[in-house]
């Protein structure tokens, strides 16, 4: 067979010079970066490619990261917010005589069965116990629903918040649709 040669020109550096300036990662660097990208994913459930992303752009700093995270959460629940939620769960709560019902709606009852939507929702729900004055008699009384999503969850995020972030994890529209309460007797 024919054996094809070119000539390599001189104007720029070589193929060669290139790939050897090129820096190259070393095993430990890879190792950390993995370590990293293992305890953002247990610490936010996020998807890997997300996480990678995060720490490029913080620098591997892992609570930067996860800031992050937060704020490309909210930005992606922007994109999916016209899209129609009807699928959903209605959590329960009550302490001291006090009951609290929210319901949270999502696209498909796919993710309406998923752990990390279920989890949201009852922590919503026993945000609502803490939210305002009972009241007095035993009547259903509506919640906010803004005031409830501007409340802070035990881990120390916004509902509103961790609402985005469940969203960029899942990729679908998660609403907090309405939370009410009633005295029990």
Do not use: Y
């Not at 704020?71 to 009807?86: E, L, N, P, Q, T």
């Not at 929702?121 to 609502?128: E, F, L, P, R």
């Not at 009384?141 to 501007?150: F, G, N, P, R």
């Amino acid at each position: 067979g024919k054996m094809l040669m070119g000539r390599v020109s001189r104007a720029g550096p070589s193929l060669c010079a290139a790939l050897c300036a090129a820096p190259s990662r070393t095993l430990s660097t890879q190792r950390a970066s993995l370590v990293q990208v293992k305890e953002m994913r247990s610490r936010t459930a996020a998807p890997i490619k997300k996480c990678v992303e995060a720490l490029e752009a913080s620098d591997g700093d892992i609570e930067e990261a996860i800031a992050w995270l937060r704020k490309a959460g909210v930005a992606s629940a922007h994109k999916k917010a016209a899209r129609i939620a009807s699928e959903g769960v209605v959590a329960l709560a009550e302490a001291d005589g006090l009951l609290t019902l929210v319901e949270m709606n999502t696209e498909t009852d796919f993710v309406a069965r998923n752990d990390v939507f279920r989890e949201l929702t009852h922590g919503v729900c026993k945000n609502a116990l803490r939210i305002g004055e009972p009241p007095k008699a035993q009547v259903v009384e509506a919640i906010d629903v803004d005031a409830l999503a501007d409340t802070l969850l035990p881990d120390g995020s916004p509902v509103r918040a961790a609402i985005g972030v469940a969203i960029s994890q899942l990729g679908e529209n998660i609403v907090l649709r309405r939370a009410a309460r009633l005295n029990l007797p």
